[in-house]
C-alpha cells in the first residue's frame, strides 16, 4: 500500500504502539508524514478551551512516549493535543484537514459487562472517514484466550 500521510490518534493505551509502529512502516518508502493525535474530550458543562491540566499532562506524556516508539523505528512524527467534545469527529476532522490517505487506530482488548467492544471512536472513525481506516486490536489477554466459548 502506497500511502504517505497516515493519522494515528493516540489515547494512552496499550495498542497505541502497536499502531504508531505499523504506521512507521506502512509510509517507510514513501518517506511520508505520520501525524500522532491526542484528543482531550471536554465535557459539554465546560468551555472547550478549559485549563485542564492533568489531563493535558497525560496528553503531553503520551505523544513524548508515542515520539520515542516511532525513534526506536528510525522515523520522526509530527503530534498535536487537542480538545474537542468527542474523540471520533475530531479524529475525522483531523484526517480531513491535513488530507490523510489512511488512519491508523489501536484498538485495546476491553470487555465491559463481559463482552468485546470498539467504543464509541472506531466505529465512527470508521463511518465517517474520508479515508481508509485500519483497526490494530492488540492481542487477547491470556486469561481471555483460556476461558471456554
Do not use: H
Amino acid at each position: 500500500m502506497g500511502v504517505s500521510n497516515v493519522l494515528v490518534p493516540v489515547s494512552g493505551d496499550t495498542a497505541d504502539e502497536e499502531a504508531v509502529r505499523l504506521a512507521c512502516n506502512l509510509v517507510r518508502k514513501k518517506r511520508g508524514l505520520i501525524y500522532v493525535l491526542y484528543v482531550i474530550e471536554v465535557e459539554r458543562q465546560l468551555p472547550l478551551d478549559a485549563e485542564l491540566d492533568l489531563r493535558i499532562r497525560k496528553g503531553e506524556t503520551v505523544l513524548t512516549y508515542m515520539e520515542a516508539i516511532a525513534k526506536e523505528e528510525k522515523y520522526e512524527v509530527d503530534t498535536e493535543l487537542i480538545q474537542a467534545r468527542e474523540m471520533g469527529p475530531a479524529i475525522v476532522d483531523e484526517a480531513r484537514d491535513r488530507g490523510v490517505g489512511l488512519i491508523v487506530m489501536g484498538v485495546p482488548y476491553k470487555t465491559p459487562f463481559g463482552a468485546f467492544s470498539l467504543g464509541d471512536a472506531a466505529p465512527y472513525v470508521l463511518r465517517n472517514a474520508p479515508c481508509a481506516v485500519w483497526l490494530y486490536r492488540e492481542r487477547m489477554p491470556k486469561e481471555v484466550l483460556s476461558e471456554p466459548r
